[in-house]
Nanobody, 120 residues
């Protein structure tokens, strides 16, 4: 079992930045692919970003490319999502997830989510 805890969400003005963190505990190994997802009110959960096991390959949904950066520190069992140039449409609950599969496969473990609100 892997436990994931997100932090770093909050209220930010359009154009601002936030960095989300996801701390993993339990059977933590760098063999997990890590991903960030988000779910806005009334919408389905969507994939935002993913990182390969070593962090050498990263993946993004088109709407965040060039603005968001996923990274991971396997020594600290932590994955990050740096979010810049935030837009109101980025408002959502953001979830961290882990999988033994590929970045676009079903994920096995999920955090509880952290709220990100982009508003003036």
């Amino acid at each position: 079992q892997v436990q994931l805890v997100e932090s770093g969400g909050g209220l930010v003005q359009p154009g601002g930045s936030l960095r989300l963190s996801c701390a993993a505990s339990g059977r933590t190994r760098s063999s997990y692919v890590m991903g960030w997802f988000r779910q806005a009110p009334g919408k389905e959960r969507e994939f935002v970003a993913g990182s390969s096991r070593g962090g050498g390959s990263v993946y993004y949904v088109n709407s965040v490319k060039g603005r968001f950066t996923i990274s991971r520190d396997n020594a600290r069992n932590t994955v990050y999502l740096q979010m810049n140039s935030l837009k109101p449409e980025d408002t959502a609950v953001y979830y961290c997830a882990a999988t033994i599969g590929t970045p676009y496969s079903d994920y096995d473990y999920w955090g509880q989510g952290t709220q990100v609100t982009v508003s003036s």
